[in-house]
């Protein structure tokens, strides 16, 4: 089946650094990847919409200079938390379909623990 | 008033027991319906994938959508310690991969 790989699995990072973490879909073209937020024992949250070579479309309430998309080919995204605090330690998934997919056809990566120091 | 709504458990049930996994939702545009499978610190996993009013099986799992009612329920069978999990359930209105709303799922615990 398909993969999505993310990367990397868990980072500490001190407060006021930038973290980068990747999305990559190994084994088909990802035109569109969506990012998510998952507080403990919380839901998954939309961040936003990403499409390839366009810019994100972000959700409401999430705040696009902190949290960094970039989707340059159909194989990679990644999101950068911008000088980041303690508020924004928290679970990122990211999931991708290739074009025209279905959702049964959305594959999520293994998600990325964020711990910001 | 959460559009997904997901009782969040713990759930713990004997081996070999029944389990049944339910949510319920507000808006009647959503028409496509999922239950993922997510293990601790890992991305969910897709099991189930409806699109309308009825059962679906496949295996131990089953599938119920009543959109009358809104409300789905996701059954288990003969239930396994490796079943043991957080289940989520998951809704859209759009049949092409988009904007999918998360129940806040419920953690499952089998005990042998």
């Known amino acids: 089946g398909a993969v999505v790989s993310q990367h990397p699995s868990w980072v500490i990072c001190k407060s006021g650094t930038s973290v980068k973490i990747e999305c990559r879909s190994l084994?088909?073209?990802?035109?569109?990847m969506f990012w998510y937020r998952q507080f403990p024992k919380q839901s998954l949250m939309l961040m936003a919409t990403?499409?390839?070579?366009?810019?994100?479309?972000?959700e409401q309430g999430v705040e696009k200079d902190k949290f960094l998309i970039n989707h340059a080919s159909l194989t990679l995204s990644t999101l950068t938390v911008t000088s980041a605090h303690p508020e924004d330690s928290s679970f990122y998934i990211c999931?991708?379909?290739?074009?025209?997919?279905?959702?049964?056809?959305?594959?999520f990566g293994s998600g990325t623990q964020l711990s910001v120091l | 008033q959460k559009e997904v709504e997901q009782d969040p458990g713990p759930l713990s049930v004997p081996e070999g027991a029944i389990v049944s996994l339910n949510c319920t939702y507000s808006?009647?545009?959503?028409?496509?319906f999922m239950w993922y499978r997510q293990y601790s610190r890992k991305g969910p996993e897709l099991l189930m994938y409806?699109?309308?009013?009825g059962n679906k099986e496949d295996g131990r799992f089953t599938a119920q959508v009543d959109k009358s009612s809104k409300y789905i329920s996701l059954f288990i069978r003969d239930s396994q310690p490796s079943d043991s999990a957080t289940y989520l359930c998951?809704?859209?209105?759009?049949?092409?991969?988009?904007?999918?709303?998360f129940g806040s799922g419920t953690r499952l615990s089998i005990r042998p």
């Open positions: 999931s991708a379909s290739s074009p025209l997919a279905t959702n049964e056809k959305l594959f």
């Open positions: 998951a809704m859209t209105p759009y049949s092409s991969a988009s904007k999918i709303i």
């Open positions: 990403s499409n390839e070579g366009s810019k994100a479309t972000y």
């Open positions: 409806t699109y309308s009013s």
């Open positions: 084994d088909f073209q990802a035109t569109t």
């Open positions: 808006n009647s545009a959503f028409q496509y």
